[in-house]
């Protein structure tokens, strides 16, 4: 089992939050986490069934244009991911789309952001 000890916040931002976390181990080992939260995102493989459509996204982290499958944050609050998603497709690809599946993402990990992401289709 893995105690919390208590950390600190380094950076409180628009988009994500950091805190220096310590746990300790099971075995008595004594780690630091830097655990970065924000309110999550979604992603959406958007097909046709023949054809997965990617968009161009410029990624100012890398120094290019990306291709991606549409994505997004959760950043409207009461959205729900569903609803995310399907903004997202529209906002990205001028689709609609309907939901195909949907999974939580883990809960094990405190750095893992505590929801859910979903995976849409789009039919033309």
Known sequence: MMQSLGGESVYDGRLVDVRIERFRHADGEVVTREIVRHRGAV???AHDREV????RQPREAVGEDLLEI?????????ESPEDAARR???EEIGGAGRTSASRSCPGGSRSWPRRSTSAATRRP
């Open 43 to 45: 992603a959406i493989v």
């Open 52 to 55: 997965v459509w990617l968009v």
């Open 70 to 78: 549409p994505a997004g944050r959760l950043d409207v609050d009461g």
């Open 88 to 90: 997202e497709l529209a």
